[in-house]
């Protein structure tokens, strides 16, 4: 045997099934199983700078030029009676402020936020809607980045809204100590009170918007990637698999499509909560 031959290493045939089923090849390109390096694209533009942009970067840039046009080409010209963009958008409004805004702030401090509220709303919303967009297919709220940026917005309000009410002190000391409860308990209670107010609920707003996107990004890659392995690389009896992966692809999509909305929903819903709960802090 030579050198060169002993010194090659032989891939059993189960090492090479198992590294075309991680990683699937097509003629345009490469199509590869769903992994967090998706969340972490090569940079685009102005790599090695401060202003350094991905795929990720851009989608985020357009998703949020999309909402921007959008709203100015509904409301440019009002009419009394919307029609069209205008009644679209109006209608998203008035969702907001009816069922958030006014539901969980009343109308008069619902009026005071709904800019902000609306914003947050329709922000994840259109961010998140690009995870179904064909050739974008991820959405940028799957990456930590604008989560904890909204989820920062969110606490400066509402630690705005009670220490403009009450002050630091007397907001932060309604806010943890539990009326009513003997005085030993306390020492568990504000701690507790502590943590769940001023550290855990942005940790959760960012938490819960990056991990559903990322995980309906995975489900959405799997799916369909598996759905080209069983058409065009498996075996020929494997085949018949590709139809159920298909079916199961689109009605993940269907399923995105709801999890798109109701995590504008619950964001904006928690952001208003958070704004209440601050603005009566004394009443705790």
Same mark, same amino acid.
């Given at each position: 045997?030579?050198?060169?031959?002993?010194?090659?290493?032989?891939?059993?045939?189960?090492?090479?099934?198992?590294?075309?089923?991680?990683?699937?090849?097509?003629?345009?390109?490469?199509?590869?199983?769903?992994?967090?390096?998706? !969340?972490? #694209?090569?940079?685009?533009?102005?790599?090695? +700078?401060?202003?350094? $942009?991905?795929?990720?970067?851009? /989608?985020? =840039? &357009?998703?949020?030029?999309?909402?921007?046009?959008?709203?100015?080409?509904?409301?440019?010209?009002?009419?009394?009676?919307?029609?069209?963009?205008?009644?679209?958008?109006?209608?998203?409004?008035?969702?907001?402020?009816?069922?958030?805004?006014?539901?969980?702030?009343?109308?008069?401090?619902?009026?005071? !936020?709904? #800019?902000?509220?609306?914003?947050?709303?329709? +922000?994840?919303?259109? $961010?998140?809607?690009?995870?179904? /967009?064909? =050739? &974008?297919?991820?959405?940028?709220?799957?990456?930590?980045?604008?989560?904890?940026?909204?989820?920062?917005?969110?606490?400066?309000?509402?630690?705005?809204?009670?220490?403009?009410?009450?002050?630091?002190?007397?907001?932060?000391?309604?806010?943890?100590?539990?009326?009513?409860?003997?005085?030993?308990?306390?020492?568990?209670?504000?701690?507790?009170?502590?943590?769940? +107010?001023?550290?855990?609920?942005?940790?959760?707003?960012?938490?819960? =918007?990056?991990?559903?996107?990322?995980?309906?990004?995975?489900?959405?890659?799997?799916?369909?990637?598996?759905?080209?392995?069983?058409?065009?690389?498996?075996?020929?009896?494997?085949?018949?698999?590709?139809?159920?992966?298909?079916?199961?692809?689109?009605?993940?999509?269907?399923?995105?499509?709801?999890?798109?909305?109701?995590?504008?929903?619950?964001?904006?819903?928690? +952001?208003?909560?958070?704004?209440?709960?601050?603005?009566?802090?004394?009443?705790?």
């Amino acid at each position: 045997m030579s050198d060169r031959t002993a010194g090659m290493t032989v891939v059993p045939a189960a090492r090479t099934r198992e590294r075309t089923l991680s990683v699937i090849t097509l003629a345009a390109g490469e199509f590869h199983a769903p992994s967090l390096s998706d !969340f972490f #694209p090569p940079a685009v533009l102005f790599e090695g +700078t401060p202003f350094e $942009l991905d795929r990720l970067m851009l /989608i985020r =840039l &357009l998703m949020t030029a999309v909402v921007v046009i959008l709203f100015v080409l509904a409301f440019r010209s009002p009419k009394i009676v919307p029609r069209g963009l205008q009644n679209v958008m109006e209608t998203g409004v008035v969702f907001v402020k009816e069922q958030i805004c006014d539901e969980i702030l009343g109308k008069e401090t619902g009026k005071k !936020f709904l #800019p902000l509220i609306a914003t947050i709303f329709f +922000t994840v919303l259109f $961010l998140n809607f690009s995870s179904v /967009i064909p =050739l &974008l297919n991820i959405s940028s709220n799957a990456r930590v980045g604008m989560p904890l940026v909204l989820a920062v917005i969110a606490y400066i309000a509402f630690n705005y809204v009670g220490i403009k009410k009450y002050g630091l002190v007397k907001y932060v000391r309604s806010s943890i100590v539990v009326p009513n409860v003997p005085p030993v308990l306390h020492v568990l209670l504000i701690p507790i009170e502590f943590i769940s +107010t001023f550290l855990l609920r942005p940790f959760t707003l960012t938490v819960r =918007l990056m991990a559903n996107m990322l995980a309906g990004h995975i489900m959405l890659v799997l799916f369909f990637s598996a759905t080209w392995y069983f058409l065009f690389d498996a075996t020929a009896w494997m085949k018949v698999f590709s139809p159920f992966s298909l079916l199961a692809g689109i009605g993940f999509t269907l399923f995105e499509l709801l999890v798109i909305f109701l995590q504008a929903y619950v964001f904006a819903l928690l +952001t208003a909560v958070y704004i209440g709960l601050a603005e009566h802090a004394a009443d705790h």
